[in-house]
């Protein structure tokens, strides 16, 4: 067991959040004290896979490799005490996913066929509630709980371009680098997304608004690190990193509608705006390009690829349903209300 000595202390990275369980709060205080995390084994086996506090540990855990955290050292990034318990936490999380999704389709062509087409009934999009009847309180609860993604968008994808080669990788790093503003850092998606979120008068603070991000939220932010970082889990990422390109488009346009209808901002509705074009032409990439490139050099991925693009369509029903289970009785889908900033 080692003890770890906090020292550094960072400028960009995010505040620590209180626990919402045994799990997270261990993880918590031991960020906090560099000490082991300090739980019960049989914890990990009884925690709820889909619940507040496994994802919210996971999420903790997960952070230390993009911009940790305030006053935690960066070295608690390979702490093998906290590694120990993210593997723990992985597995119960995948093997919830691979449990949720037994007829999971095998091919690429079955897994992408109901996502290919914009279906006719948009009953439970959350876009198209937000195009159509959302008000701005909502806008800008959507806009809250997307920031613990969009503020780091691409962050989690570009894991996967060193364990690409040829076709795919080049593919891979293209899009990435419209991502990532295409050489501009005024054209970077997360920053974007900051301007957003300062038409909609919320701060736009790395990792902000985690403490009333609900579970379900959670989960569609860890799925991406989960995979990126396991390269055994590369095709799943490349699954889902698809799976987000190939629905981001219209949904984004909805979206845009949304923030004009409301008078959200021209920051607010360029975000999306600049989606809508962007995504179209990164669709056609990643399929043709990422996962053709991927399955010509390594087959065998196939129903990772598969399995990727069915986890993300889970995990953002599932959102989509909190969310629009809260809305339907008019209360709030984070954990707590916004406040202006």
């Not at 990126?228 to 949904?251: D, I, K, M, N, Q």
């Amino acid at each position: 067991m080692t003890t770890w000595s906090p020292t550094t202390s960072h400028v960009i990275g995010a505040r620590l959040v209180e626990g919402r369980g045994p799990l997270s709060k261990a993880v918590v205080t031991s960020l906090r004290t560099g000490t082991p995390p300090a739980y019960a084994p049989d914890t990990v086996g009884d925690v709820d896979p889909w619940g507040e506090d496994l994802q919210l540990a996971l999420h903790l855990l997960y952070e230390l490799h993009y911009r940790g955290f305030d006053g935690v050292d960066d070295d608690r990034e390979w702490d093998p005490d906290l590694l120990r318990l993210r593997r723990h936490l992985e597995n119960r999380f995948l093997d919830a996913l691979r449990t949720a999704l037994p007829d999971t389709p095998r091919t690429v062509a079955e897994a992408f066929a109901p996502v290919l087409v914009e279906p006719v009934d948009l009953t439970g999009s959350l876009s198209h509630r937000l195009e159509t009847t959302g008000e701005l309180w909502q806008l800008r609860e959507y806009a809250a709980l997307r920031s613990l993604y969009h503020l780091k968008e691409a962050d989690p994808h570009a894991w996967v371009i060193p364990r690409l080669t040829g076709r795919a990788k080049a593919a891979m790093v293209a899009i990435e680098y419209d991502e990532f503003g295409a050489g501009r850092a005024d054209r970077v998606h997360a920053r974007l997304y900051a301007d957003l979120m300062g038409d909609l008068g919320l701060d736009p603070a790395y990792g902000h608004y985690l403490d009333q991000a609900p579970a379900p939220l959670l989960a569609t932010v860890n799925v991406m690190s989960l995979f990126g970082l396991h390269r055994a889990l590369r095709g799943a990422l490349v699954g889902h990193f698809a799976c987000v390109e190939v629905t981001s488009s219209p949904g984004s346009r909805r979206l845009a509608r949304a923030m004009r209808r409301c008078g959200a901002g021209p920051a607010a509705e360029h975000f999306y705006a600049e989606h809508v074009e962007a995504d179209a032409v990164h669709e056609q990439v990643v399929r043709h390009e990422v996962i053709g490139g991927l399955l010509a050099d390594e087959p065998v991925l196939e129903t990772d690829i598969a399995f990727g693009c069915a986890a993300t369509l889970l995990l953002e029903d599932r959102l989509a349903a909190h969310i629009g289970a809260a809305w339907d009785q008019n209360r709030s889908a984070l954990r707590t209300l916004l406040l202006m900033s």
